[in-house]
């Protein structure tokens, strides 16, 4: 018999976490919720089973909250051992939390707790499946304590200064720090030397009294105690990370990079996929959206992924965008549908999809009577840092909603939604295609421009890229797109690692691998060239100095370790390596390597799932002269200067 773990309501536990991840970020001594709502527990649950009993056997049922059990109609109170005759039986536990997770745990001699069990949380509601995690199958295991990991870390050097001793750490950790003091102090905390001894502009600090203290988990390299300490160490705090990915090149400073990605990746995969450890420490949909990419090619951790999809659709009623911004609205509709089709993960798709429907129903609720995107009191039109006319409807939000039109219409068909329902939504975006077309679409510029309000016929290149990496427009076009606006000095640079990572997949998608090679040496290399140890929200090469620490008007503002810095994981992964699903579930995946500028590489890229249920793998190595391939999974095809090749799990492919 398996083992059993704590059961909740499916959903309940990413979003219990969500409120306490989105409860904890501080600045300036001050806390600083998030500040959009936010969906809550169910506070009652049902829990039902029906239940053989092979023999007479017993059952206790255990919870972390008020609750009562029911067999065969008959009340138990929890925590009693009851008597179970062989036979057919019926279970029922009523549970009530008004402060947290309510959740419940069998111990039986025939009957585990699991997904198998029913929930719900009030009579009038459909039973579904509970949900778990394997991380709580102990009975002393605490479901509102996430299973984090932790390692000690020792300062690396230790230097005494004007305002009271500095500890360098070596790298960026989020960690707890572990100290003991006889009296009062204040620890300031950096990313930098600068942040940590500038205390007047420090965003990280906290004032202690007499004793030993193990202070909340924070992002640090240095921190300044301003008194006299002892054993003052961290307690580095990570998920457990199975990292599969690798990749090396005639280029070391390659490898360092990819390395460093890897590291600050790891550094924001927690409860839910991060945007970045030390400012924010907040869920974004449209940072998460492209970390989903990074983890499929580092990781290939689907729960991460479906704990921060869970987290950020909450519940229904949806009464704002997601993060309130329209933007990540589309792109968290997009990117289920780009996690089922990487995974097949049905099961899932139809636990989320009626969250989705709602989400999906909301966002069309606000277009104007053309059907178009437009800002509506408490919406945010972001796309991007950048400058772009926002003077009323925006190019490059009508063609997410269009992709998002499209991924609406999969995921109905996927679910066996009803045909004139996936109908409506292919209306919806032939009808908004047609009209971007007509509005957007400047012959003499040979781009899309951004406003047909405003009169600027004003070009970024925001709406260029979405065109080509969801394609939106044809090969002849695409092509036109980047000769008239990507490859076009005049058209405003983008300046994120968010944006740039989808210029470069734009660009790498049409064969301009080399250019993306170029950027990850100067741009991504451009910042380890500066001691670096993991990957900034932004990096701009003429400036110097502290100057590179600034942001949203605050000295120390930027964050320099973000998840979206970690683009080349994936460039390198999909474009380079060349490794893509073309199937849903990747029943069938292909891997068509270029090499661009690299003479040599060797990689180790994650793609579909094995028979044991782990991620799987394709090892591909290049010298220069031949080329091989080894994968663990079928379905895989080998595209190699326009040939095709078989790839036999378990059996090396080699070409000369």
């Given at each position: ?6 059961i ?6 990413e ?9 904890r ?8 919720p998030c500040?959009w709502?936010?969906a809550?527990?169910y506070p009652?649950?049902?829990f039902?089973?029906?239940a ?5 056997g017993y ?8 609750c009562?059990?029911?067999?065969d109609?008959r009340?138990?109170?929890r925590?009693?051992r009851i008597?179970?005759?062989?036979g057919?039986?019926n279970?029922?536990?009523v549970?009530?939390?008004?402060d947290g997770l ?7 001699d ?5 997904r ?12 579904v499946?509970?949900?778990d995690e394997p991380?709580?199958?102990?009975l ?9 990991e932790?390692?000690?870390v020792?300062?690396v050097s ?6 009271g001793?500095?500890y ?5 950790l989020?960690a707890?720090?572990?100290f003991?003091c ?5 620890a ?5 030397v600068?942040e940590?001894?500038?205390t ?11 004793g ?10 240095y921190v300044l ?7 003052v ?9 199975e990292?599969i990915?690798?990749?090396?090149c005639?280029?070391p400073?390659?490898?360092?990079i ?7 990746f790891?550094?924001n ?7 970045g450890?030390k400012?924010?420490?907040w ?6 959206y492209?970390?989903?990419?990074v ?6 951790d689907?729960a ?11 519940k229904p009623?949806?009464l704002?965008?997601i993060?309130t ?5 589309a792109?968290l ?12 993960d049905?099961?899932?798709?139809r636990?989320?999809y009626?969250r989705a429907k709602?989400l999906?129903?909301?966002i ?5 009577e053309?059907g178009?995107?437009?800002s ?6 972001f ?17 997410l909603l269009w992709q998002?039109?499209n991924?609406m219409?999969w ?6 939604g009803?045909k004139?329902?996936?109908d409506l939504?292919n209306?919806?975006?032939d009808s ?11 012959n003499?510029?040979q781009?899309f421009?951004?406003?047909f309000?405003?009169g ?5 290149r ?5 065109a080509i990496l969801?394609d939106?427009?044809?090969k002849?076009?695409a092509d ?9 000095d005049s058209?405003?640079?983008i300046t ?11 660009l790498?998608?049409?064969g ?6 170029n950027m ?10 500066l001691?670096?140890t ?12 502290a ?7 605050m000295?120390?503002?930027k964050?320099?370790c973000?998840?979206?810095g970690s683009?080349?994981v ?8 060349g490794v ?6 990747t029943k069938?995946f292909?891997?068509?390597p270029?090499p661009?500028?690299y ?5 180790v890229v ?7 249920g782990?991620p799987g793998?394709?090892?591909?190595a290049?010298?220069g002269?031949?080329?091989?391939a080894?994968?663990d ?7 190699w ?8 799990p378990g059996?090396?492919t080699?070409?000369?």
């Amino acid at each position: 018999m398996e083992k059993s773990r704590w059961i909740w309501y499916p959903g309940d536990y990413e979003i219990y976490h969500s409120i306490k991840l989105h409860s904890r970020r501080e600045e300036y001594g001050a806390e600083y919720p998030c500040f959009w709502g936010m969906a809550n527990v169910y506070p009652r649950v049902n829990f039902e089973k029906n239940a053989s009993f092979e023999r007479d056997g017993y059952l206790i049922i255990h919870a972390n909250c008020k609750c009562y059990v029911l067999l065969d109609g008959r009340r138990y109170p929890r925590g009693e051992r009851i008597a179970v005759p062989a036979g057919n039986h019926n279970i029922q536990v009523v549970t009530i939390k008004y402060d947290g997770l309510p959740a419940i745990y069998c111990e039986s001699d025939q009957l585990i707790s699991d997904r198998s069990w029913k929930c719900s949380p009030g009579t009038s509601f459909r039973d579904v499946n509970a949900g778990d995690e394997p991380a709580y199958t102990s009975l002393n295991d605490n479901v509102e304590v996430f299973p984090f990991e932790y390692t000690v870390v020792e300062p690396v050097s230790v230097e005494k200064t004007s305002g009271g001793t500095l500890y360098d750490f070596g790298r960026e950790l989020f960690a707890k720090l572990d100290f003991g003091c006889e009296s009062g102090l204040t620890a300031y905390y950096g990313e930098t030397v600068e942040e940590a001894t500038d205390t007047a502009n420090t965003l990280i600090f906290e004032k202690v009294g007499a004793g030993e203290h193990s202070l909340v988990p924070r992002a640090f390299r240095y921190v300044l105690l301003t008194g006299e300490a002892s054993g003052v160490k961290a307690e580095l705090e990570l998920v457990h990370e199975e990292q599969i990915a690798k990749f090396s090149c005639d280029r070391p400073e390659v490898e360092k990079i990819f390395d460093v990605c890897a590291y600050t990746f790891h550094l924001n995969s927690r409860e839910f996929l991060l945007d970045g450890i030390k400012r924010d420490r907040w869920c974004w949909s449209g940072d998460a959206y492209q970390s989903y990419m990074v983890n499929d090619y580092l990781f290939a951790d689907r729960a991460l992924n479906r704990r921060t999809i869970t987290a950020l659709y909450g519940k229904p009623p949806v009464l704002e965008h997601i993060n309130t911004i329209n933007d990540y609205s589309a792109l968290l509709i997009i990117g289920t549908w780009e996690y089922y089709f990487t995974t097949g993960d049905i099961d899932f798709i139809r636990f989320i999809y009626p969250r989705a429907k709602a989400l999906y129903d909301f966002i069309v609720s606000r277009l104007d009577e053309n059907g178009l995107v437009v800002s509506r009191p408490g919406d945010w039109i972001f796309i991007d840092w950048s400058d772009i006319d926002k003077d009323g409807p925006l190019c490059a939000e009508q063609i997410l909603l269009w992709q998002a039109h499209n991924a609406m219409a999969w995921l109905t068909e996927a679910v066996g939604g009803a045909k004139s329902d996936v109908d409506l939504c292919n209306k919806r975006a032939d009808s908004l295609k047609a009209l971007i077309n007509e509005k957007y679409w400047d012959n003499e510029k040979q781009a899309f421009i951004d406003s047909f309000t405003s009169g600027r016929r004003h070009v970024t290149r925001h709406a260029a890229i979405f065109a080509i990496l969801y394609d939106f427009v044809d090969k002849k076009t695409a092509d036109l797109l980047v000769e008239k606006v990507l490859e076009n000095d005049s058209i405003t640079k983008i300046t994120t690692p968010y944006f740039e990572l989808y210029e470069l997949m734009a660009l790498c998608k049409l064969g301009h691998i080399e250019y993306a090679q170029n950027m990850i040496d100067s741009y991504w290399g451009g910042m380890l060239k500066l001691g670096a140890t993991s990957i900034w929200e932004q990096y701009d090469p003429t400036q110097s100095g502290a100057e590179h620490y600034g942001m949203y008007g605050m000295r120390y503002g930027k964050s320099l370790c973000h998840a979206w810095g970690s683009g080349p994981v994936y460039l390198l992964g999909r474009y380079c390596v060349g490794v893509r699903p073309t199937s849903v579930g990747t029943k069938t995946f292909e891997v068509a390597p270029r090499p661009g500028l690299y003479r040599s590489f060797d990689a180790v890229v994650p793609v579909g799932t094995r028979p044991d249920g782990k991620p799987g793998s394709v090892h591909v190595a290049y010298d220069g002269r031949s080329l091989r391939a080894l994968a663990d999974i079928p379905g895989g095809t080998l595209v190699w200067e326009g040939r095709e090749y078989e790839l036999v799990p378990g059996v090396e492919t080699k070409i000369d």
